[in-house]
């Protein structure tokens, strides 16, 4: 990174002087900025950020060591060289009191100036190097917080489909071998956190709002922290549920009813819904699979119920339903694209249920949710968000009326089975991706967008929309927003007469000096520097 310096003193040829006689850029300097008294200074450093400032004392109005005490409280001052006629020894204590270890007497020799400046350069390097390797060990710290999260998430959501199975010690050497904190040897309950997307009425915030905000509430009330990592994503429509396995030892039965009931008042407080906890009773992980399909009949049962704690004991002498659908063939249907296979086995299984007498409610809810959850398993694995790609309102309205009849159910099915290979089509053209990313960006630039917004417009996951974008671009998602930005930044500046702060609030900044940072890493110079360079 370049350095760049900044010469004060109210003599004009002094200035001249320093400015003309040494070789800035054999020394690494690639912008000298010049000001003759303290206060004219300070405005520069704020701009401009220097990281040398080479300054005389015996300066009116502001002088040098009053000036050094204004550059002491910023958050990263620069390095600082003081001109002097007078050798004082405190004002030499004072100088490096302040952190200045170099200053010269007047008048001094050019050879001086360059060993002081050659001092201070090396001293800015080493701060610039420390800047680094702290920001690049924050931003691996980042990651690793980041890969963890997922690496926990999807190591429960393995056990909720049984996509991973065995014994507590192979889970355990699994979990270890993966480097996953999560431990498989202490127990747990399962708590379903649920909403109803179809009965609730939500607040005037966004989808992507509402989900951060109920995902922390519902964290933050169980828990007692927003940061927990292990709590995943499920739904049984019309529900859309959060998963949060909390250990046995945490507390018993009656302190987790009193905080799911804590939740339920929370919830409806501030975002206005209405939701249902259940609870199953503690398991080791080993048993997440075999319990998923009892606390997703649950919901299924109770969907006429809201605000609700239902424990999963209680609902044992309750009739349930072995479902019919053999996963492993649907999903070969659907993975080879055989719809017409694929339609046929669910007219089996109709028909099978019609001969036993078991056309009913209870069995049709099942085969619905059956069919439902193989969908949106197939759409997980192609990084694809099932939830946010069934809104519309043909889908709404074949998934009502879907357990009216067979054929109901197969007009539903088969409109499933078509929304869903053409969204994994669509996302296989990753040139036309990428576009519609880049579409979306350009269009809402403006606003305070973020990367769970455009993975909904385009139904990705968060997390494999951020990748491909970058692998594609080469670019982070936020860096393209800020790149249009700024583009249309430029353009207001040289066609209007906006201030430079109402330009930033226009296209979407609303901290200014971030936009001046962000301008000047993309132009290489400030927003006034680029105004001011047009003529206007």
């Known amino acids: 990174?370049?350095?760049?310096?900044?010469?004060?003193?109210?003599?004009?040829?002094?200035?001249?002087?320093?400015?003309?006689?040494?070789?800035?850029?054999?020394?690494?300097?690639?912008?000298?900025?010049?000001?003759?008294?303290?206060?004219?200074?300070?405005?520069?450093?704020?701009?401009?950020?220097?990281?040398?400032?080479?300054?005389?004392?015996?300066?009116?109005?502001?002088?040098?060591?009053?000036?050094?005490?204004?550059?002491?409280?910023?958050?990263?001052?620069?390095?600082?060289?003081?001109?002097?006629?007078?050798?004082?020894?405190?004002?030499?204590?004072?100088?490096?009191?302040?952190?200045?270890?170099?200053?010269?007497?007047?008048?001094?020799?050019?050879?001086?100036?360059?060993?002081?400046?050659?001092?201070?350069?090396?001293?800015?390097?080493?701060?610039?190097?420390?800047?680094?390797?702290?920001?690049?060990?924050?931003?691996?710290?980042?990651?690793?917080?980041?890969?963890?999260?997922?690496?926990?998430?999807?190591?429960?959501?393995?056990?909720?489909?049984?996509?991973?199975?065995?014994?507590?010690?192979?889970?355990?050497?699994?979990?270890?071998?993966?480097?996953?904190?999560?431990?498989?040897?202490?127990?747990?309950?399962?708590?379903?956190?649920?909403?109803?997307?179809?009965?609730?009425?939500?607040?005037?915030?966004t989808e992507s709002e509402f989900y951060f905000i109920f995902r922390n509430l519902s964290t933050e009330t169980i828990y007692?922290?927003?940061?927990?990592?292990?709590?995943?994503?499920?739904?049984?429509?019309?529900?859309?549920?959060?998963?949060?396995?909390?250990?046995?030892?945490?507390?018993?039965?009656?302190?987790?009813?009193?905080?799911?009931?804590?939740?339920?008042?929370?919830?409806?407080?501030?975002?206005?819904?209405?939701?249902?906890?259940?609870?199953?009773?503690?398991?080791?992980?080993?048993?997440?699979?075999?319990?998923?399909?009892?606390?997703?009949?649950?919901?299924?049962?109770?969907?006429?119920?809201?605000?609700?704690?239902?424990?999963?004991?209680?609902?044992?002498?309750?009739?349930?339903?072995?479902?019919?659908?053999?996963?492993?063939?649907?999903?070969?249907y659907l993975r080879e694209r055989k719809k017409t296979e694929f339609l046929g086995m669910a007219k089996r299984l109709l028909v099978q249920l019609d001969r036993e007498e078991h056309l009913d409610t209870i069995h049709m809810q099942a085969l619905h949710h059956d069919f439902m959850q193989l969908f949106y398993g197939f759409l997980f694995e192609n990084h694809i968000q099932a939830y946010q790609l069934f809104q519309n309102e043909v889908f709404r309205k074949l998934n009502e009326e879907a357990e009216y009849s067979s054929v109901s159910m197969i007009k539903y099915i088969s409109y499933l089975y078509d929304s869903t290979l053409e969204q994994v089509d669509a996302l296989k053209e990753s040139d036309s991706v990428i576009e519609r990313i880049k579409k979306y960006i350009e269009e809402h630039f403006r606003e305070d967008i973020s990367r769970e917004d455009i993975a909904a417009s385009i139904y990705l996951t968060p997390n494999y929309l951020s990748k491909i974008f970058h692998e594609e671009t080469g670019m982070a998602l936020r860096e393209y927003i800020n790149f249009c930005r700024i583009e249309e930044a430029k353009k207001l500046l040289g066609a209007t007469s906006h201030s430079v702060t109402e330009i930033a609030l226009m296209v979407g900044f609303e901290n200014i000096p971030y936009f001046s940072t962000v301008f000047k890493k993309y132009c290489d110079m400030t927003p006034a520097a680029w105004k001011s360079s047009l003529g206007k």
């Open 224 to 332: 007692g922290n927003v940061d927990a990592n292990c709590v995943v994503e499920n739904t049984v429509h019309p529900y859309y549920i959060l998963v949060m396995p909390v250990r046995e030892c945490a507390g018993d039965e009656n302190w987790l009813r009193e905080r799911c009931r804590r939740l339920i008042t929370v919830a409806e407080r501030y975002l206005g819904i209405a939701l249902s906890c259940a609870i199953s009773p503690p398991m080791l992980p080993a048993e997440f699979g075999e319990i998923k399909k009892p606390m997703d009949e649950l919901f299924l049962r109770e969907r006429a119920e809201h605000s609700k704690i239902i424990m999963l004991e209680e609902e044992t002498g309750e009739k349930t339903v072995e479902g019919v659908l053999v996963r492993e063939e649907a999903l070969g």
């Open 1 to 205: 990174m370049g350095l760049t310096v900044l010469v004060v003193d109210d003599d004009p040829n002094t200035v001249r002087m320093i400015r003309d006689a040494v070789p800035w850029e054999e020394y690494g300097i690639g912008q000298v900025y010049t000001a003759y008294q303290g206060a004219q200074a300070l405005e520069l450093v704020k701009e401009y950020a220097p990281s040398i400032v080479i300054t005389d004392i015996e300066m009116p109005q502001m002088d040098g060591m009053q000036m050094l005490e204004h550059l002491s409280l910023l958050a990263e001052s620069p390095e600082v060289i003081f001109l002097t006629c007078h050798d004082s020894f405190p004002f030499a204590q004072k100088a490096l009191r302040h952190g200045v270890t170099n200053y010269l007497l007047k008048p001094f020799e050019l050879d001086e100036l360059l060993g002081a400046l050659l001092n201070t350069i090396v001293k800015c390097r080493q701060k610039q190097e420390e800047a680094r390797v702290r920001k690049e060990l924050a931003a691996r710290e980042r990651q690793a917080e980041k890969n963890q999260d997922y690496l926990v998430q999807n190591f429960i959501n393995r056990l909720l489909n049984k996509t991973m199975e065995g014994s507590t010690e192979l889970l355990k050497v699994a979990a270890l071998r993966r480097d996953i904190a999560f431990d498989v040897t202490k127990r747990y309950y399962l708590v379903y956190v649920g909403v109803n997307m179809n009965n609730n009425e939500m607040k005037k915030i």
